[in-house]
């Protein structure tokens, strides 16, 4: 049981860590424009020394990026309660309220990227010849996947605990 809340524990700061980091950088997409290479992030677009500031479809994605981080330290701090065991909280189980938030924060994560994906392809993606998503972005896919087996973790050990208790009572 402790494995697998360590493990979940290790994916959900690591996923994090990844959220706060690709949301704060500008490195989501680069294109060539003009002759030379210019990025874009979820804040603000540069090309070359100009700063352009963005306020279309970013919006949805900054926000869903943002509540997932903080589901993601929720579930953190759910999953370090879910260590100790306390007698006034029996019936809750902190270990499934951990697998719980770490869930929303991988629906939040999902939703982001898609709206990104969607709209970048859609219609950034035809007015930009050549053009890539950059690491900002994989990171934010990276972060998806580190909350989501930090949820299949935390909810391991809620199914372990939940089982070893029934037993004991018999």
């Known amino acids: 049981m402790y494995s697998f809340m ?4 290790f994916c959900a700061i690591i996923g994090n860590i990844l959220i706060m980091v690709s949301t704060a ?4 997409m680069q294109y060539r424009l003009s002759g030379s290479y210019a990025h874009q992030g979820l804040w603000r677009y540069l090309h070359g020394q100009q700063v ?3 306020d279309t479809y970013w919006n949805a ?9 903080m589901a993601c330290f929720a579930g953190i701090m759910a999953g370090i309660l879910s ?12 270990s499934f309220a ?4 770490f869930f ?15 709209v970048t392809l859609s219609f950034l993606g035809k007015r930009f010849g050549d053009w890539r998503f950059s690491w900002s972005y994989i990171l934010g896919w990276v972060a998806m996947l580190m909350t989501f087996f930090a949820g299949i973790f935390y909810m391991c050990a809620h199914r372990m605990y939940e089982s070893r208790r029934v037993v004991g009572s018999r």
């Open 83 to 94: 260590f100790a065991h306390f007698s006034a909280f029996e019936r809750f189980s902190r």
């Open 6 to 9: 360590g493990g979940g524990l």
């Open 61 to 69: 994605t900054r926000a869903f990026m943002i509540l997932s981080g």
């Open 52 to 54: 352009l500031h963005a």
């Open 25 to 28: 950088t500008d490195y989501w």
């Open 98 to 101: 951990a697998g719980i938030m």
């Open 104 to 118: 929303i924060s991988t629906l939040f994560v999902l939703l982001a990227m898609s709206i990104y994906t969607g």
